[in-house]
């Protein structure tokens, strides 16, 4: 006859209630699931946040006064918040002892009605083809490259608007409502930025084809031995306009994730609270299903020890079956997490936001597992304190 190992006992003891170990499975799952997809998206959102700074080249950016989210938005996303300053801010940050690189900026959006059926916005953003490249110099080129001269009749073509556009190098493209032509020098690899829907021109050909003399911003590069806190503090003093620098871009952001990441946590708690108490009521009813069971095998020789593992066992598997089958889900179901991120949250990073690893997975099935072995102490205890005797005679339970 072969002879049973603990582990087969347990597994065949959970299989006499599939329907009720299933649920127990499926809540210890869902547990899992948030707690993968909770720690994944901090992961992710926030190595998303950094290389989306990091793409930017400049530390700082000066706009004119006006909501500070709005300017936020104008940095990190292109946002249209057509607020101006005089060109001559520009020259006076330049001056400035702690500056590396300055790029002024101007932006201009017009409604292009050739975008899909009911057409949509065509963002232009005329920059200082001197300064702006050396600031931004990770800009990759699929083909081309920058204009020929600050004047030039030239555009370089993002990603996904030469795609959309389907403009190659040597094309020329005309500006909506301006009817003014311009010569394609350039596409811009797709970097899964703002970049990618932006139409580059010189900054001298913007303000003469729309007309305005003024900046929408300004970029700035601090050099790396500055006191940036310092630099800030004399930004403000400028007149008519206001400083947002990285630090409080990222600071604002992540201030506002905390808050929804500890109601997402509190959630977690919960989800963990029930599934321990899911397993503890399972396990409990299992052992007293079964007690007549464990009272005949204390009368031929199982020590109070033996019993304890045989439960606690039990426990264990499981916790391990919904910690796997949690964190199957959650990497089933990353791309859709994303996609609820990118909706729920005032800014969302570009790149992936949900960051799942195998140390990610590891530390949560320690988690569930730790969890197993502590909600299974009580049953296991329980189960080991039966008396052979009463437990074979009894038909009423504890």
């Excluded at 057409?119 to 110099?137: C, E, I, N, Q, Y």
């Excluded at 630090?247 to 992540?254: E, Y």
């Excluded at 991120?341 to 569930?368: C, E, F, H, K, Q």
């Amino acid at each position: 006859m072969k002879k049973l190992s603990l582990f087969e006992v347990a597994y065949k003891g959970l299989l006499r209630k599939k329907t009720r170990s299933l649920l127990t499975v499926l809540g210890i799952a869902m547990a899992a699931w948030v707690l993968v997809s909770l720690f994944g998206f901090n992961r992710g959102y926030e190595a998303s946040l950094n290389r989306d700074i990091d793409n930017l080249g400049f530390q700082m950016l000066v706009v004119a006064k006006g909501c500070p989210y709005e300017a936020a938005t104008l940095m990190l996303k292109g946002g249209t918040g057509l607020k101006y300053m005089d060109e001559a801010i520009a020259a006076a940050v330049a001056a400035e002892p702690e500056v590396d690189g300055v790029t002024p900026m101007l932006m201009q959006v017009v409604f292009d009605p050739n975008k899909g059926e009911t057409g949509g916005l065509a963002a232009f953003l005329g920059v200082d083809p001197l300064t702006f490249p050396r600031l931004k110099s990770a800009l990759p080129f699929k083909a081309g490259g920058w204009f020929e001269g600050p004047e030039a009749a030239e555009a370089v073509f993002g990603y996904e608007v030469a795609e959309l556009e389907q403009r190659e190098v040597g094309d020329l493209y005309l500006i909506p409502e301006k009817e003014v032509e311009v010569k394609v020098v350039g596409v811009l690899e797709r970097t899964g930025t703002q970049d990618d829907g932006t139409i580059f021109l010189p900054l001298k050909t913007v303000q003469r084809i729309f007309g305005v003399r003024e900046l929408t911003s300004i970029g700035i590069k601090v050099k790396k031995d500055a006191d940036l806190k310092a630099f800030e503090d004399k930004m403000y003093k400028l007149p008519d306009v206001q400083v947002v620098s990285l630090s409080q871009v990222k600071t604002t952001i992540m201030t506002l994730v905390s808050t929804a990441r500890v109601l997402v946590f509190s959630i977690a708690l919960i989800a963990i609270l029930i599934a321990v108490m899911g397993v503890v009521n399972t396990v409990l009813m299992s052992v007293m299903e079964r007690r007549q069971e464990i009272g005949i095998l204390k009368s031929m020789g199982a020590l109070a020890g033996d019993v304890f593992k045989l439960v606690w066992l039990e426990t264990v598997v499981l916790c391990v079956g919904g910690g796997l089958l949690g964190t199957g889900l959650a990497l089933l179901t990353a791309r859709l997490t994303e996609v609820l991120v990118r909706n729920l949250l005032p800014y969302s990073p570009s790149g992936g936001l949900v960051a799942i690893d195998g140390g990610l997975v590891l530390m949560t099935l320690g988690v569930v597992t730790a969890i197993g072995l502590a909600s299974g102490v009580y049953p296991s205890w329980k189960a080991a304190r039966m008396r052979p005797l009463d437990t074979i005679r009894s038909e009423e339970g504890w």
